[in-house]
């Protein structure tokens, strides 16, 4: 069981980034999904996580109208959307999974994944 979290870099202030996740011996049909970043100093803070059964995706309040998470099962990857970025974005966003069925609050509040990836720094320039 693996996950693979690339497509971070530098990026100017309000510019975009699309972080991809693939996953290795397991099906992400059936996993719960999330995106955390971690900040230098700073607690991981659940950005975005969608649950095997949520219909809605939860974002963190930093975050909301500017990233979207999805999945496509046939490439077995799931995708982080940034859009108009901030400097405080910048952070190590790390790709998580898991099979049981919280919702994606519970998730991105408790960091309760089973598997993780390496993180994939995305830096913001002012």
């Known amino acids: 069981v693996q996950l693979q979290a690339s497509g971070g870099g530098l990026v100017q202030t309000e510019g975009s980034l699309r972080l991809s996740c693939a996953a290795s011996?397991?099906?992400?049909?059936?996993?719960?999904v999330g995106w955390f970043r971690q900040a230098p100093g700073k607690e991981r803070e659940g950005v975005s996580c969608?649950?095997?059964?949520?219909?809605?995706?939860y974002y963190a309040d930093s975050v909301k109208g500017r990233f979207t998470i999805s999945r496509d099962n046939a490439k077995n990857t799931v995708y982080l959307e940034m859009n108009s970025l901030k400097p405080e974005d910048t952070a190590v966003y790390y790709c998580?999974?898991?099979?049981?069925?919280?919702?994606?609050?519970?998730?991105?509040?408790?960091?309760?994944?089973?598997?993780w990836g390496q993180g994939t720094l995305v830096t913001v320039s002012s």
């Open positions: 011996g397991f099906t992400l049909d059936y996993y719960a």
């Open positions: 969608l649950g095997i059964s949520d219909d809605s995706p």
């Open positions: 998580a999974a898991d099979s049981r069925h919280y919702t994606s609050r519970y998730y991105c509040g408790r960091g309760g994944f089973a598997y």
